[in-house]
């Protein structure tokens, strides 16, 4: 089977970008206004027609870009919520992303009625997810491996699957999922939709589109449009500088958080292990880390605790963090492909961004590639020019309080927020994010009241029961 039909499009060329243009019924697109949809996204409206046709689909766009309410509004409508089946399944990469896509089906199935979806993710028991779609489930959201467990012990059934999703399918590439994602596509039955969504066009999504797919319509939404909020800078460095300009950069611009790429996990070590000397709040991101870990460490930087987080390409594939003051290139890509997703994480939402990325003498042939890739040429600055400003070392406004205990303990954001407000007597404005996850529970607070907030906290009661609470 080929993929019939090669599209290129951008939001210039789509004709209409409201979602009413649609064959949507009044109550999605209600909904769609209520949430602040006010217009689609290019990716959106390239995709969106096709796929509301039933005709499978491989899009590509750029991270952030709205990928998921386009495979979801398919979905949705494919679906009778009034057959008490498993009508959708949607493959991801990582438990976290799983758990970003769950929200926002949810959200835009607000629209219909009792539309019930559960997350099948690897780290939790079994016995729980068995239990969730024994009460039935319309669209199951899940990694590779755990679904084939579920699959395996007959806990999950896709004999009434009409819609077959792959998230991140080149994520899920670059994590071996092939054989898995081969095992539980087999199971699907051969009448479906499948829809396949990736941010990157790598030679394995071919292949895979020719093994699982019917005559796709391919979309690509280029996403060089978003540059004109994006500063770039480069700056020459050495094998030898490398690591201190990327301080100096800190030092100069003072970014409150800095999403630093390195090609390799042994220089994502190197760079934070060299940032922690030189005082600076810094966190990396690879592969290797636990789930656990990986929690603690997005947690920390997503409520602003951590000024840089370190992390190659694929770790970071997927990390919906808005508020991105910098993109630090600590090394180039060979891909000019990548360089334009590095650079894509900030300067979101109509924000402005810096992207500022360092190239010794050897890696000029990338900087090359990136050049006729963008079709401009590249800014230089030197380093000298980085001086330090501010007072003092760049710290993170905020700072973790860890309290030990989660969702297990029935503890709910509200009661932190009650316990550090009400009960210890701060202001909202003083308290950050509060993520609650099953064992532990992360809050941030302003650095000026931490020490004393964790001491209070530690004294006091959280839901009625006395708790443990560390700095992180
Ligand atoms: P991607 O999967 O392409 O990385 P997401 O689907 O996670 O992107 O969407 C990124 C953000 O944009 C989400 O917070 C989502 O709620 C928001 N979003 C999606 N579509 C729209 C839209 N049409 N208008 C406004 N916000 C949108
Ligand atoms: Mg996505």
Same mark, same amino acid.
């Given at each position: 089977?080929?993929? #019939? ?22 109550? #999605? ?11 689609? #996204? ?8 096709? @796929?509301?046709?039933?005709? &499978? ?79 039935? @489930? ?11 467990? *579920?699959?395996? +012990? ?19 590439? &670059? ?9 539980? #596509? ?5 009448? +479906? ?31 060089? *449009? ?25 030092? *100069? ?18 760079? %934070? ?10 966190? @990396? ?40 003051? @910098? ?12 360089? %334009? ?23 000029? =042939? ?38 030990? =205990? ?8 509200? &009661? %932190? ?5 009400? &009960? ?37 009661? %959280?839901?009625?029961?006395?708790? +443990?609470?560390?700095?992180?």
């Amino acid at each position: 089977m080929s993929i #019939t039909e090669q599209k290129t499009a951008s939001a210039a060329t789509s004709s209409s970008t409201s979602f009413a243009a649609l064959p949507l019924n009044p109550a #999605t697109l209600a909904n769609l206004a209520q949430l602040g949809y006010l217009e689609m #996204t290019p990716i959106q409206a390239a995709s969106l027609p096709t @796929a509301l046709a039933g005709k &499978d689909l491989i899009a590509q766009a750029k991270t952030g870009s709205g990928k998921t309410a386009a495979f979801a509004l398919a979905l949705l409508t494919n679906l009778n919520p009034r057959r008490f089946a498993v009508q959708a399944l949607v493959l991801c990469p990582t438990r976290e992303l799983a758990d970003q896509v769950t929200i926002e089906i949810r959200r835009l199935a607000r629209a219909t009625d009792n539309v019930k979806v559960v997350t099948l993710c690897g780290g939790v028991a079994l016995r729980g997810q068995r239990a969730s779609l024994e009460q039935g @489930a319309h669209i199951v959201v899940g990694t590779p491996g755990r679904i084939m467990d *579920h699959l395996a +012990r007959e806990y999950l059934n896709l004999e009434a699957l009409n819609t077959l999703v792959l998230d991140e399918a080149d994520r899920m590439l &670059d994590m071996g999922f092939l054989d898995d994602i081969a095992t539980v #596509t087999k199971q699907c039955p051969k009448e +479906r939709q499948t829809l396949m969504f990736s941010a990157t066009y790598p030679e394995g999504i071919e292949k895979l589109a020719k093994q699982f797919m019917r005559e796709p319509v391919q979309i690509k939404v280029e996403s060089l *449009h978003t540059e004109a909020l994006i500063e770039q800078r480069f700056y020459e460095v050495t094998r030898h500088t490398r690591l201190a300009t990327v301080a100096q950069l800190l030092n *100069h611009f003072r970014p409150i958080s800095t999403l630093a790429f390195c090609n390799t996990k042994q220089q994502c070590k190197d760079l %934070v292990t060299y940032l922690q000397e030189q005082g600076f709040s810094a966190l @990396a991101l690879y592969g290797e880390l636990e789930q656990r870990e990986r929690d603690q460490v997005l947690a920390q930087f997503a409520n602003r605790s951590c000024s840089v987080l370190v992390a190659t390409d694929v770790a970071s594939r997927g990390l919906d963090i808005t508020q991105l003051e @910098a993109v630090i290139n600590v090394d180039i890509t060979p891909d000019a492909e990548v360089h %334009v997703h590095r650079i894509g994480r900030t300067g979101r939402a109509g924000e402005s961004g810096l992207a500022l990325s360092l190239a010794s003498m050897n890696e000029m =042939g990338f900087v090359g590639k990136i050049e006729q890739y963008q079709k401009h040429a590249s800014v230089w600055h030197k380093v000298e020019e980085l001086i330090p400003t501010g007072s003092g070392p760049l710290l993170p406004p905020m700072v973790t309080l860890q309290i030990l =205990g989660g969702r297990k303990e029935k503890i709910r954001p509200g &009661d %932190v927020l009650g316990a550090l407000t009400a &009960d210890a007597g701060y202001t909202r404005e003083q308290i950050g994010k509060i993520n609650v996850t099953e064992f532990t529970t992360f809050v941030a607070v302003n650095r000026a009241i931490a020490q004393e907030a964790m001491q209070k906290l530690n004294a006091g009661k %959280v839901k009625g029961k006395s708790v +443990r609470v560390r700095l992180l």
